[in-house]
C-alpha cells in the first residue's frame, strides 16, 4: 500500500512566519499535490509536481511555493503566513501517467492556524 | 472550466438503511474518471469507488455503488446496509487534465 506521510498533523504560526509543510511517499509514485480544504468549499489544488524540480501551479498558488528536490518529497511553503491561509492542508500522490485524472493517494493532512 | 456539485451539504442514516449521495459535473469533454473519497474523522482520506466514463457498466465496491448517467451527468453513489464506520465526509471528484472536487456531504450513519 502507498503510505503518504506529513510533517505535522496540528501547526500553530503567526502572522508573518514562513512556513514549511512537508510531505512523504514512499512508493515510488510521479505525480505529487498539495490542496486546500476549506469547508463548503471542498478540495482546491495550490501546486503540483509530475516531477523532481519540476512544479505547475493550481488553482490558488498565490502566497505559495513548492520544493521537490527528491522524488519523494514535495514542500509547501508559505512565504508569510497571514490569516486567511488557515486551513486544512493535504498532500497526495498518483503514480504515474495517469496524472491528475488518476487516483489519488493522501496524506493525513495538516492543520494549520495562523494567529 | 469542470464543475463538480454535492447539493447535499449532510446526511443521516440509519444503520443498516440505505442512502444516497448525489453528485452532478460540468464538463465537454467525452473521456473522463469519476471517484468517490471517504474522509472519516481525523482520518485519511481513501478512495472508495472509481467510474471510468467510457464504461457503460457501474462501478461496484461490496456495499458501495454508484448509478453513472452520462447524458445527465450525474454520478450518484449509494451505500446499502450502512455501518458506523461508514460515517465520514464524502467527496465527489472528476478527473480529466486536471482533478475538481465537491464540496462534500457529511454522512452520518446513527446506531
Known amino acids: 500500500d502507498v503510505k503518504v506521510t506529513q510533517s505535522s498533523r496540528y501547526l500553530v504560526k503567526r502572522t508573518g512566519e514562513k512556513v514549511f509543510l512537508e510531505c512523504v511517499q514512499d512508493?515510488?509514485?510521479?505525480?505529487m499535490f498539495w490542496y486546500r480544504q476549506d469547508p463548503g468549499l471542498g478540495l482546491r489544488l495550490i501546486y503540483f509536481s509530475y516531477d523532481v524540480k519540476m512544479k505547475e501551479k493550481g488553482d490558488i498558488p498565490e502566497g505559495y511555493s513548492v520544493s521537490r528536490e527528491k522524488k519523494e518529497r514535495f514542500s509547501l511553503i508559505l512565504e508569510s503566513a497571514s490569516t486567511n491561509q488557515t486551513s486544512m492542508y493535504l498532500c497526495?500522490?498518483?503514480?504515474?501517467?495517469?496524472?491528475?485524472?488518476?487516483?489519488?493517494?493522501f496524506g493525513p493532512g495538516t492543520r494549520l492556524t495562523v494567529l | 472550466a469542470q464543475t463538480v456539485t454535492q447539493s447535499q451539504p449532510e446526511m443521516s442514516v440509519q444503520e443498516a438503511e440505505t442512502v444516497t449521495l448525489s453528485c452532478t459535473y460540468d464538463?465537454?469533454?467525452?473521456?473522463?474518471?469519476l471517484f468517490w473519497y471517504k474522509q472519516p474523522p481525523s482520518r485519511q482520506m481513501i478512495l472508495v469507488i472509481r467510474q471510468e466514463a467510457y464504461k457503460q457498466q457501474n462501478a461496484t465496491e461490496n456495499r458501495f455503488s454508484v448509478n453513472f448517467q452520462k447524458a445527465a451527468k450525474s454520478f450518484s453513489l449509494k451505500i446499502s446496509d450502512s455501518q458506523l464506520g461508514d460515517t465520514a465526509m464524502y467527496f465527489c471528484a472528476f478527473g480529466n487534465n486536471d482533478m475538481r472536487f465537491g464540496a462534500g456531504t457529511r454522512l452520518t450513519v446513527k446506531p
Open positions: 464538463t465537454s469533454e467525452n473521456n473522463y474518471y
Open positions: 497526495a500522490t498518483t503514480l504515474g501517467a495517469g496524472g491528475r485524472a488518476d487516483t489519488q493517494y
Open positions: 512508493m515510488d509514485h510521479e505525480n
